[in-house]
């Protein structure tokens, strides 16, 4: 294991409540950096402040914890043992949010990746993320990178729909 993983497992112990900075997403971005890539963290100015934005290839990439996404895989569909009504409406809205998210992305031209904190990455780059980063795949749509977006925020400072 690389000093880099091992500086990011430590940096879990500071990671923010509000799943930034999470494991699978250190990992991804050890891999990623190995690999040469360049890339920017939580860009405020897209929508849903993507996890890690690379903008030569003009996608970004979202980690995302299995429960509070509500993937299809056992976590995601497990349910807490008390309070699950609460707990059903709050990943139902994240769920919404997160459609909404890709949505308003793809519309500006971003490419958008969701990578599953249950997926191993211990073989290297998650396929999807290989995929997209094989120097084929660049072709014609190397765009750069907007300037800053105007992004509506809510109360929290959470994106909200732009419609
Ligand atoms: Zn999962």
């Known amino acids: ?27 991804v971005r050890a891999l990623l950096h190995k690999q040469g890539f360049r890339f920017r963290l939580h860009a405020n100015f897209l929508p849903g402040k993507p996890d890690i934005v690379l903008p030569k290839y003009r996608a970004v990439i979202f980690v995302h914890g299995c429960f509070w996404h509500s993937h299809h895989c056992k976590r995601g569909r497990s349910t807490p043992a008390t309070n699950q009504a609460f707990w059903k409406k709050k990943r ?5 949010r997160d459609r909404s998210v890709r949505r308003r992305l793809r519309s500006r031209g971003w490419r958008v990746i969701v990578v599953w904190e249950c997926r191993p990455m211990t073989a290297g780059l998650p ?7 094989e120097p084929a795949s660049i072709g014609t749509r190397r765009v ?12 929290r400072g959470c994106p909200v729909a732009d419609g």
């Not at 300037?147 to 109360?155: I, W, Y």
């Open 92 to 96: 139902a809205a994240t769920v919404r």
């Open 144 to 155: 750069p990178l907007p300037g800053k977006l105007p992004v509506k925020t809510g109360s």
């Open 1 to 27: 294991m690389s000093d880099t993983l091992t500086k990011a497992q430590r940096h879990r112990c500071m990671s923010a409540i509000h799943g930034r900075n999470t494991k699978p997403e250190l990992l």
């Open 127 to 133: 396929r999807p993320i290989a995929r997209l980063l």
